[in-house]
């Protein structure tokens, strides 16, 4: 068996948004060298959601809308969270979204749909997040 | 380690319901030889689910209801999506109920508490969608 | 490749709440002896989560506020589960929160971000549930 461990870093502008990582993942599985087994990849912050989905833009702002309704931002105060922090929405998000995709690895490839791309979700951005790839198989 | 891999196809007659795959996933399991690992089944398609819950038509009837509510089929013209398609609704479905579900192998069995069930959720059907069965391990 | 397998058993003595299991994770690790591979940690029922979030106890509030306002316990009529059962919401709650963790082991540890920690949700509490722990790897 061999493992393959490799983190991203993404600092995204503003509070939320997503950012299609399929390539970056790509490559990590290239490094690994691994050809057949199971790639994780997780977001390592409790604020964000790696997830897959389709990349189209109405789509993201669909999902933008769509989450804001039901885990709205403000009034900040509507959360327990929220004493020292105005992030608990993201907390929320998060949890629609989910933390983590595995996806199979085959003949060296990340075996995919037709349309299947992975997202980092982000939700409470403009700091450094850290995504984790951990591949293992051989 | 070993790996095995399998589609499987499902074709439902409508837009949207659900399917015990269990017997299906279990097939695999035995074909694969596997005894103590890890087996992957995902939904290959962005708008559809796989995931573990009950397998009692009341409860799969709430859910219908209740993904209508958090993410409604129509107006269609509510979602950015749904320029040229009408299904915005059911890639918001399918990340409330997942796309994948990771199931321990156990002396060559699902390692299941006593009423986990596998489930295919379609919510974009009347047309060929695949699911993913990867499994790892001895 | 090495399997460990454990399980833990649950006993909250309300209907709702979260509990920490990261240190009985964290032990299972230790156990296992495994350096590098991936652990899966679920809820062996249905009416229960396994996530990872943050150990903030306003934020559990603000889960059970947010879990109650997207599919509330009552009234019990309104779930076509509910004919001898009264616990419909429980399996809508968690699939909202999810089934299942997947964490990568990395030199013997857990390897999380700063925050993460790993949460049982229950939501139909007041009798033995059971968390499975599968690890695989070297």
Redesign the interface.
């Known amino acids: 068996?061999i493992?393959y461990?490799k983190e991203l870093i993404i600092n995204l502008p503003k509070r939320r948004g997503f950012v299609n990582i399929t390539p970056q993942v790509n490559n990590a599985l290239k490094e690994s060298n691994i050809k057949?087994?199971?790639l994780?990849c997780?977001?390592?912050?409790?604020t964000a959601s790696v997830?897959?989905?389709?990349d189209?833009?109405?789509?993201h702002?669909?999902?933008e809308t769509?989450l804001e309704k039901?885990?709205p931002e403000k009034p900040y105060n509507i959360?327990?969270?929220?004493?020292y922090e105005d992030n608990?929405d993201a907390?929320?998000k998060?949890?629609?979204?989910?933390?983590?995709?595995?996806v199979?690895i085959?003949n060296g490839n990340l075996?995919?749909?037709?349309?299947?791309q992975i997202f980092y979700g982000e939700f409470d951005g403009k700091r450094n997040k850290?995504i984790?790839i951990?591949i293992?198989?051989?």
Chains 1, 2, 3 share one sequence.
């Open positions: 068996m493992s461990r057949e087994g199971l994780l997780n977001a390592m912050h409790i997830f897959i989905n389709d189209e833009s109405g789509l702002q669909d999902f769509w039901l885990a959360y327990h969270h929220n004493g608990a907390h929320l998060r949890q629609v979204m989910g933390r983590e995709v595995i199979a085959t075996d995919f749909g037709p349309w299947e850290k984790l951990k293992i198989g051989e």
